[in-house]
């Protein structure tokens, strides 16, 4: 099969179209043919060589797929072949074909079309297990999202709005703000021009943020907690701004609140299996309905996997990039 190798760390050029051993569907996996993958972040970490797999995964890049079932591993059952399905990831989605784990594997969405569904798995997995899962974010309680327009805060915007949260977002410029006002955001922050804690105090009365979900990482860190409101939630799910910073204990005392970290790769199969149960069981109906959607900002060909890095990296996308077979 042809899969996508990193041939040594560097820039998206080290990205190259190779043929590979095929994938085989192990005990308790499927084998899905991929129809398209996605990009992420941690996708260019790896690439860079800052991100190895977890022990046991692909070594190619791509956290989330959509595809068709073309085999099933032993002690494998609820699944057919010919069945269209998306899937979270701890590797190898750059590819014709992955073996996927069964408890992380979904069905595509009625509604939605095969490719699109490539766009789902992580950011959904992502911010149901730590706005919902684990900040615990109720109706009418207000969440900030830091890069509203990526494609985690395109889907933390809808998701949030549709269990009836308020929803403050930071973004870069006018037309990233507009994207995320369009998908229900109540507050928009432009972080080149606005200090996002004055903005959330002003907004919310000086009370501040319930839950914040923050890419942001060190950088924001001392301002993610003074913009907390008191019990609030910090989720940091990223470190684009850094791995280390300093932090008055002494704020997040006097708040009650509480700092979560978290990644998805590296976790347990039966966590992720837990988390993926709760996307369907929750997540899954507001697709159906039409209330949240996957927004997808641009397709390029499998083979063009560098051209898609560098149109992450520059940093003017909206949503989701897709890598499509074919």
């Avoid at 190898?92 to 594997?105: D, I, R, S």
């Avoid at 979900?213 to 910090?234: F, H, M, P, S, T």
């Amino acid at each position: 099969m042809k899969a996508i190798t990193i041939t040594e760390p560097g820039g998206p050029d080290v990205l190259v179209w190779s043929t590979v051993p095929d994938a085989e569907a192990g005990p308790g996996e499927v084998l899905v043919e991929v129809a398209a993958s996605a990009v992420n972040r941690a996708d260019l970490l790896q690439r860079q060589g800052h991100y190895e797999p977890p022990p046991g995964a692909s070594p190619y890049p791509g956290l989330e797929c959509a595809g068709r079932v073309v085999a099933l591993g032993p002690g494998v059952a609820g699944w057919a072949v010919g069945d269209e399905v998306c899937a979270l990831l701890a590797g190898g989605g750059y590819a014709e074909k992955v073996a996927v784990p069964v408890g992380q594997l979904l069905p595509v969405p009625a509604g939605l079309d095969l490719t699109s569904a490539a766009g789902l798995p992580e950011v959904a997995a992502t911010v149901w297990s730590n706005v919902f899962m684990i900040s615990h974010l109720r109706p009418g309680e207000t969440l900030l999202v830091h890069g509203g327009a990526s494609g985690i805060g395109t889907m933390a915007i809808q998701l949030a709005k549709a269990v009836g949260a308020r929803v403050a977002v930071t973004a870069g410029g006018p037309e990233k703000l507009a994207r995320c006002a369009e998908l229900g955001a109540d507050i928009l922050i432009d972080y080149r021009e606005q200090d996002f804690v004055e903005e959330i105090r002003k907004a919310t009365d000086g009370a501040g943020a319930d839950v914040i979900l923050d890419i942001v990482g060190a950088k924001y860190l001392e301002r993610n907690v003074r913009a907390l409101a008191v019990n609030g939630r910090l989720a940091v799910i990223g470190m684009q701004g850094g791995m280390k910073a300093e932090l008055n204990l002494g704020t997040l005392l006097g708040k009650r609140a509480a700092i979560t970290a978290t990644s998805l790769r590296a976790r347990p199969e039966s966590e992720k299996a837990a988390i993926i149960a709760a996307v369907q069981e929750h997540v899954w109906p507001l697709i159906a309905d039409g209330q949240v959607r996957p927004i997808i900002d641009q397709k390029l060909p499998m083979a063009d996997a560098a051209g898609a890095h560098r149109a992450l990296e520059a940093g003017s996308h909206i949503g989701k990039i897709l890598l499509v077979a074919g």
